[in-house]
C-alpha cells in the first residue's frame, strides 16, 4: 500500500501521533484526502458537498498551531487538531449546504453549526465536506432519489445501507478519517455494519441533537461512525454532555471513554435473547455472528440466553411514533404537503401515513416503550451487554426490494431496521464492529446492546473483541 493509502486508512490515534511528532503535516493530509475524495467519489457517491477551500484553510490554520506547540511542548493540543473528518448532511454547518438528503432543503444554508458540529470544530478537526443519506433520513438504503445512490466499496452494485450510508462508505474507502451521523432505526449501525466500520449509537440524551434535521424526536440519537472502537471513543468523549439548546440532552457525568478503554479486561457476562434477534438469519451472517459469539467465550465472556417476550410489540410501537412525529415535523416546517411534489414517492408515502395514526396508537406506543425499556432494564441486571447481528443479510443490491433468508422473501427495509429499532425504542446504547466477511467479501456486522448511560462497558466488551481480531485493518480496493 502506498503512503497516501496507509495514511488515508489509520485511525485518529495514530495519526494524531503523527501529527504531534511533525511526521506529517495537516495541509498534507488534508490534501491527501481531497485528491481521494476527488478520485473515488464519482464512483462511490459518497459526498454531496465538498469543502475543499475551507478544509485547506482550517489545515494551515492547524498546521501553524502545531508549529507553535513544537516550540512550546508544555502546551496542550486540541484532540483532532489536524484531523480530516465528515459530517451527515443532516447536521448543521455555519455557512455550509445542509440539504438533508433532500429537494426540499436543497438551497438550505444554516446561520449557525450543530452543537456537535461546534464541538468538533473546537476540537481542531478538519471538515472535508457533507456526506450523502437516505432523503430525510427516512430510510436505511441510502438509495436517495435525488442525489443518486451511496454505492459500497465493498462491492460498487451494493447498497451502502443507510441512513448514514455516505459517512460510512467515506470511512470505508479512506475518504475521512471519521463521521459523525445520525441514528433513528439504526442509520448509524447499518451502514456501519455493511461497510465494514465500527458505528456507535449512544444513550438516548448523551449527545445533544440541537441543529440536527429531526425524523423522529422519541428515538433520534447522534454518534460516530470511524475506524476502531477507540476513535469512537475518543469521538463520543468530545460529542457528549448536557447541551441547553436540547432539553433531552442528559445531565449525567460524561466519563473519559478513552480512559475507560486502558482497564484491565475482565470476564464480561453476555446475554444471547431468545426471541427476535436470532431467529432469522442468512447462513453467512449467522456463520460469522455465532462465530464471534464463540470467540468472545474463549475470551473470558460468559453467554447466557436471555428471554426479551415484549420485544415484539416494539414493531407496530416504534412505526407508530415515527410515522406521526415526521409527519409533525414536515408540516410544523411547512415541507409537507405544500411541497409534496418535491419528495421522493419513498418518503412521501410515509408522511402521508403518518398523518393517520390516531393519538390512542401514539399512546399506546408510548406505553409500550415503557414496558420493553423495563424489561431491557432488568436483563441488564444480570448481564453486561446484549449480543446480537447488526443486520440479518450482508450488503443487498442496490434497487433490490426483498431479500432472501432462508429461502424466504422479505422486504429490505424492515429486514434491516429490525435489529437495530429496538436499542433507539428503549434509547439504550449500542455498537456494531465487524466480524468477518461473507464469501463475496461484503462484510458482516456484530452489535452490543449495553446498559443506558454505561457506554465505558460496551466500548470495552467492543473493543476486547476487536482486539482478538484482525477485521478492521481489511479494506476494499478501489486504489
Request: a positive charge; hydrophobic letters at 40%; one cysteine or more.
Amino acid at each position: 500500500m502506498t503512503n497516501e493509502g496507509l495514511l488515508a486508512f489509520a485511525t485518529i490515534e495514530e495519526l494524531a501521533a503523527r501529527l504531534a511528532k511533525h511526521e506529517v503535516s495537516p495541509v498534507n493530509l488534508t490534501e491527501q484526502f481531497l485528491r481521494r475524495i476527488e478520485r473515488h467519489n464519482p464512483q462511490l457517491n459518497a459526498y454531496l458537498t465538498v469543502t475543499a477551500e475551507r478544509a485547506l484553510t482550517a489545515a494551515r490554520r492547524a498546521e501553524k498551531e502545531l508549529t507553535r506547540s513544537r516550540s512550546r511542548p508544555s502546551g496542550r493540543h486540541r484532540p483532532l487538531l489536524g484531523i480530516p473528518i465528515a459530517l451527515k448532511d443532516n447536521i448543521w454547518t455555519r455557512g455550509i449546504r445542509t440539504t438533508a438528503g433532500s429537494k426540499v432543503m436543497r438551497d438550505f444554508v444554516p446561520a449557525e453549526d450543530a452543537t456537535v458540529a461546534r464541538k468538533l470544530a473546537r476540537a481542531g478537526a478538519i471538515l472535508l465536506g457533507k456526506t450523502n443519506m437516505h432523503e430525510f433520513a427516512y430510510g436505511i438504503t441510502n438509495n436517495n432519489a435525488h442525489y443518486g445512490p451511496v454505492h459500497n466499496p465493498w462491492g460498487l452494485d451494493r447498497i451502502s445501507g443507510g441512513s448514514s450510508g455516505g459517512s460510512a462508505a467515506a470511512i470505508a474507502a479512506g475518504l475521512c478519517v471519521a463521521s459523525v451521523g445520525t441514528d433513528t432505526g439504526g442509520s448509524i449501525r447499518i451502514p456501519s455494519a455493511m461497510c465494514g466500520i465500527v458505528g456507535l449509537k449512544p444513550t438516548f440524551g448523551r449527545v445533544s441533537v440541537y441543529g440536527t434535521v429531526p425524523l423522529a424526536p422519541t428515538f433520534d440519537h447522534v454518534g460516530p461512525l470511524a475506524r476502531s472502537v477507540a476513535d469512537a471513543a475518543i469521538l463520543l468523549g468530545l460529542l457528549a454532555g448536557r447541551d441547553p439548546l436540547d432539553p433531552a440532552s442528559s445531565a449525567r457525568r460524561v466519563e473519559n471513554f478513552s480512559a475507560a478503554l486502558c482497564k484491565p479486561i475482565r470476564k464480561f457476562r453476555l446475554g444471547r435473547p431468545r426471541e427476535y434477534f436470532w431467529e432469522k438469519l442468512d447462513g453467512e451472517v449467522r456463520h460469522a455472528t455465532e462465530a464471534a459469539v464463540r470467540d468472545m467465550e474463549k475470551h473470558g465472556a460468559t453467554v447466557r440466553e436471555i428471554s426479551l417476550p415484549h420485544l415484539g410489540e416494539s414493531v407496530e410501537a416504534s412505526t407508530n411514533i415515527s410515522l406521526a412525529e415526521t409527519r409533525h415535523f414536515h408540516e410544523a416546517a411547512g415541507y409537507f404537503p405544500a411541497h409534496a411534489d418535491e419528495y421522493s414517492e419513498e418518503v412521501r408515502q410515509r408522511l402521508d401515513a403518518g398523518g393517520n395514526v390516531l393519538a390512542v396508537k401514539y399512546l399506546d406506543g408510548l406505553a409500550a416503550q415503557k414496558r420493553v425499556r423495563a424489561e431491557f432494564d432488568a436483563a441488564f441486571r444480570e448481564v453486561d451487554a446484549i449480543i446480537a447481528p447488526t443486520v440479518p443479510v450482508p450488503a443487498p443490491p442496490i434497487g433490490a426490494e426483498f431479500v432472501d433468508i432462508d429461502g424466504e422473501q422479505h422486504g429490505v427495509r424492515p429486514a434491516l431496521v429490525g435489529m437495530n429499532r429496538p436499542a433507539n425504542f428503549t434509547g439504550h446504547p449500542a455498537i456494531s464492529v465487524p466480524c468477518g466477511f461473507t464469501r463475496d467479501g461484503l462484510p458482516v456486522g456484530l452489535q452490543l446492546i449495553g446498559r443506558a448511560f454505561d457506554e465505558a462497558t460496551l466500548l470495552r466488551i467492543a473493543l476486547s473483541y476487536e482486539r482478538a481480531h484482525g477485521w478492521r485493518v481489511r479494506h476494499p480496493r478501489i486504489d
